[in-house]
């Protein structure tokens, strides 16, 4: 008689499951006009894993400006000066490196 081994089921987490979970959350999805595998997209592992990147790098910017804000390390300058043509006739040489923006 042959004695086979049993599966023992593995305690790991199984790739195809992980696979299968990432291709679920994929937004890049081409829209089908029927259904695919009862399903109305079609989506990837490539699509998911691209889905999981946005998020978590449109999660880290969002941080990133939250920690600025409370930080208080932007800062918005401004400057307004009003000159009277009639008094002050001086003409100035304006530059690229000297002048950034004016109305």
């Known amino acids: 008689m042959i ?14 499951q992980l ?3 990432i291709k679920n959350l994929d937004n890049f999805g081409i829209p089908v006009s029927l259904t695919f595998k009862n399903d109305p997209q079609i989506k990837s592992f490539i699509g998911g894993s ?4 946005s ?9 990133l400006q939250i920690i ?3 930080s208080k390390t932007a800062t918005i300058q401004a400057s307004f000066y009003r000159r009277n043509l ?5 003409e100035y040489d304006l530059t690229l490196k000297e ?3 004016g109305v």
């Open 50 to 53: 691209m889905t999981v990147l």
């Open 55 to 63: 998020r978590i790098g449109v999660f880290v910017y969002l941080a």
């Open 86 to 90: 009639i008094e002050d006739p001086t």
């Open 68 to 70: 600025a804000v409370f």
């Open 3 to 16: 004695k086979t081994k049993e599966k023992q089921p593995s305690s790991r987490f199984n790739t195809k």
């Open 99 to 101: 002048f950034d923006y």
């Open 19 to 21: 696979q299968s979970y």
